[in-house]
């Protein structure tokens, strides 16, 4: 009897973004408008982003976490990154969801971010 491999097995923790996306650049430059409040770096570069979809109508997704679950700001940060992206000139609707999984760590930081911290 031959074992099922698991379900998930080979399919990212992490979805893949939309780079390819004409609007993707725009998204991440809103997304780096936003600052965890504790920290002196923007989300994106803090690897707080894990996935911005953008489909063909221009609707953005985004797929993101905070550094711990007990951070002060969680109720509010989904709302400060929706704001940012949804001025953007022909972006139809921003959602933004919260995720724990995969946990952040501060290997997901940019080498940017880490050289502002004093880790590099």
Excluded at 20 to 38: G, I, L, N, T
Excluded at 59 to 65: G, S, Y
Aim: hydrophobic share 45%; aromatic share 8%; proline share 11%.
């Amino acid at each position: 009897m031959t074992e099922n491999p698991q379900p998930f097995e080979g399919i990212p923790l992490i979805a893949p973004s939309t780079t390819d996306h004409p609007q993707y650049d725009a998204v991440v430059e809103a997304c780096r408008s936003v600052f965890d409040p504790e920290i002196p770096v923007n989300i994106f570069d803090l690897g707080l982003i894990y996935t911005i979809d953008i489909d063909e109508e221009n609707a953005v997704k985004i797929v993101m976490t905070l550094t711990a679950p007990g951070c002060p700001v969680a109720g509010e940060m989904p709302g400060w990154v929706a704001e940012a992206v949804e001025p953007l000139a022909g972006i139809k609707q921003v959602d933004v969801e919260l995720t724990w999984e995969p946990p952040w760590g501060m290997d997901m930081m940019s080498d940017e971010a880490r050289l502002e911290l004093g880790f590099m």
